[in-house]
């Protein structure tokens, strides 16, 4: 089992930064692609963020592109979610995920672990 703690969400002004923390327990970090996913109310879950279990590769969606980066500390078992210029509708619960023995992907169901989220309101 892995357990993934989020943290770091609010309340922020549009334009301004956030930074997300998911701090994992339970197995081996360095085995693991992680993602950021994000669920507005009445919205499915959304792909924001994907790295690769060695952080040599990144994947965004256009909607985040240059806004967003995410990075991992394997010896802190830690993922990060920097977050700049953001916008009303970045508005959204962020859940970290974790995928065991793959690579990143944009599809949730693939993950095998979740965080129970952290919620990010930017005001305009």
């Known amino acids: 089992q892995v357990q993934l703690v989020e943290s770091g969400g609010g309340l922020v002004q549009a334009g301004g930064s956030l930074r997300l923390s998911c701090a994992a327990s339970?197995?081996?970090?360095?085995?693991?692609?992680m993602a950021w996913f994000r669920q507005a109310p009445g919205k499915e879950r959304e792909f924001v963020v994907a790295?690769?279990?060695?952080?040599?590769?990144?994947y965004y969606p256009d909607s985040v592109k240059g806004r967003f980066t995410i990075s991992r500390d394997n010896a802190k078992t830690t993922v990060y979610l920097q977050m700049n210029s953001l916008k009303p509708e970045d508005t959204a619960v962020y859940y970290c995920?974790?995928?065991?023995?793959?690579?990143?992907?944009?599809?949730?169901?693939?993950?095998?672990?979740w965080g129970q989220g952290t919620q990010v309101t930017v005001s305009s």
């Open positions: 995920a974790a995928r065991e023995f793959g690579l990143p992907t944009t599809t949730p169901d693939i993950y095998n672990y």
């Open positions: 339970g197995r081996t970090f360095s085995s693991f692609a």
């Open positions: 790295i690769s279990w060695s952080g040599g590769r990144t």
